[in-house]
């Protein structure tokens, strides 16, 4: 069993996929999979740690504010609306996206999920990451993220002295090599 693997056993670790992906597809026992099914972001997630992924990084940010109980890591963010289709297109084109036959599932829940994200873009992010300690939020992204990921969003991340880590040779998508500066900073706590 790798050290991941442990992570993803662990029940203080919660997991929000990206858009229209699951927690279960990358390995997470503990998942919340918000584009699928009904989830209310207003409860206590009870966890130590909330690992989010790409839009769902609004989602933590959002139930973060209500309850202050949990750590943040956020995996190459999607936290901007502007030309956000656009954006998405051009991520599809030139990085591709996954799409195992589970995952294609996932889009039969396409108009509720682009609902939630359109609520969920309603969240003052640079207002909510003012109030975050710096120990409690650290940001992972892809140098190959060139479309969805938003730099100059982040470098304002950097202002608060939050921990942010790129990863060479890594885009948007949750790879292998994300997993590994997961590790990094799973067993550095």
């Given at each position: 069993?790798?050290?991941?693997?442990?992570?993803?056993?662990?029940?203080?670790?919660?997991?929000?996929?990206?858009?229209?992906?699951?927690?279960?597809?990358?390995?997470?026992?503990?998942?919340?999979?918000i584009?699928?099914?009904?989830?209310?972001?207003?409860q206590?997630?009870?966890?130590?740690?909330?690992?989010?992924?790409?839009?769902?990084?609004?989602?933590?940010?959002?139930?973060?504010h209500?309850?202050?109980?949990?750590k943040?890591?956020?995996?190459?963010?999607?936290?901007?609306?502007?030309?956000?289709?656009?954006?998405w297109?051009?991520s599809?084109?030139?990085?591709?996206?996954?799409?195992?036959?589970?995952?294609?599932?996932?889009?039969?829940?396409?108009?509720?999920a682009?609902?939630?994200?359109?609520?969920?873009?309603?969240?003052?992010?640079i207002?909510?990451?003012?109030?975050?300690?710096?120990e409690?939020?650290?940001?992972?992204?892809?140098?190959?993220?060139?479309?969805?990921?938003?730099?100059?969003?982040?470098?304002s991340?950097?202002?608060?002295?939050?921990?942010?880590?790129?990863?060479?040779?890594?885009?948007?998508?949750?790879?292998?090599?994300?997993?590994?500066?997961?590790?990094?900073?799973?067993?550095?706590?």
């Amino acid at each position: 069993m790798s050290s991941m693997d442990n992570f993803r056993d662990n029940k203080k670790i919660l997991f929000i996929p990206g858009w229209l992906d699951s927690g279960e597809l990358h390995g997470y026992k503990n998942s919340l999979d918000i584009w699928n099914k009904k989830i209310d972001l207003n409860q206590d997630f009870k966890a130590d740690f909330i690992i989010a992924h790409s839009v769902g990084a609004l989602a933590a940010l959002y139930n973060w504010h209500i309850h202050k109980n949990f750590k943040i890591i956020l995996l190459n963010p999607v936290l901007a609306k502007k030309d956000l289709g656009k954006r998405w297109l051009k991520s599809i084109i030139y990085e591709g996206t996954p799409c195992p036959p589970q995952r294609i599932k996932l889009f039969l829940s396409f108009i509720p999920a682009l609902i939630k994200a359109s609520r969920l873009f309603k969240v003052p992010v640079i207002i909510l990451v003012k109030t975050i300690p710096p120990e409690q939020l650290a940001v992972i992204y892809g140098e190959n993220d060139k479309y969805l990921y938003d730099q100059e969003l982040i470098n304002s991340f950097g202002e608060n002295n939050f921990k942010i880590i790129k990863i060479k040779g890594a885009g948007h998508n949750y790879s292998p090599k994300i997993e590994a500066a997961l590790i990094s900073i799973l067993t550095s706590v």
